[in-house]
């Protein structure tokens, strides 16, 4: 009797993770589907500076879930876009490949780097944002946004 109640467990278990399974794989396609189709691009009638950047998260697939949680718009700390926007930075964005992250940031021509993530760590929340985001990154304790990401090299342009 026991057995039986335990094999009727197994079967369901097995049942369900299955349905889960299909689940999941449906939830991957249709994320592999939009993203195939790409994203829209801000149009702008002006000359813009683009950097891109890159970062390791800790390779946590449940840390990796919390990060991009805190990302979304509804989640993330109002002051953190309003800090990236008072520095001059016209639009950013970030994307994720497992464990890296790779990001966009549009600027004016005229925009200063060093002095623009300057300024950003002293506003208004940043530091105490870049602290909570630490607990994700393979970064330095303490480290500033711009210690943690690393500029890339353009090699390609069309």
């Given at each position: 009797?026991?057995?039986?109640?335990?094999?009727?467990?197994?079967?369901?278990?097995?049942?369900?993770?299955?349905?889960?399974?299909?689940?999941?794989?449906?939830?991957?396609?249709?994320?592999?589907?939009?993203?195939?189709?790409?994203?829209?691009?801000?149009?702008?009638?002006?000359?813009?500076?683009?950097?891109?950047?890159?970062?390791?998260?800790?390779?946590?697939?449940?840390?990796?879930?919390?990060y991009k949680f805190w990302h979304k718009n509804?989640?993330?700390?109002?002051?953190?876009?309003?800090?990236?926007?008072?520095?001059?930075?016209?639009?950013?964005?970030?994307?994720?490949?497992?464990?890296?992250?790779?990001?966009?940031?549009?600027?004016?021509?005229?925009?200063?780097?060093?002095?623009?993530?300057?300024?950003?760590?002293?506003?208004?929340?940043?530091?105490?944002?870049?602290?909570?985001?630490?607990?994700?990154?393979?970064?330095?304790?303490?480290?500033?946004?711009?210690?943690?990401?690393?500029?890339?090299?353009?090699?390609?342009?069309?």
């Amino acid at each position: 009797m026991v057995f039986q109640k335990f094999n009727l467990f197994l079967q369901d278990s097995s049942a369900q993770i299955i349905h889960y399974s299909f689940i999941f794989d449906g939830i991957c396609s249709i994320i592999q589907l939009i993203m195939k189709e790409g994203y829209h691009s801000k149009q702008r009638n002006q000359q813009i500076r683009r950097y891109c950047q890159t970062l390791e998260l800790k390779n946590d697939p449940k840390l990796i879930e919390e990060y991009k949680f805190w990302h979304k718009n509804e989640n993330r700390w109002p002051e953190i876009p309003a800090g990236i926007l008072e520095v001059g930075i016209l639009d950013m964005e970030i994307y994720i490949n497992e464990n890296r992250l790779f990001m966009i940031v549009e600027t004016v021509p005229e925009f200063d780097w060093d002095l623009a993530f300057t300024k950003l760590a002293t506003l208004n929340r940043q530091a105490e944002w870049e602290e909570f985001m630490s607990k994700f990154q393979l970064t330095k304790p303490g480290a500033t946004s711009s210690e943690k990401w690393t500029l890339m090299e353009r090699i390609f342009n069309l």
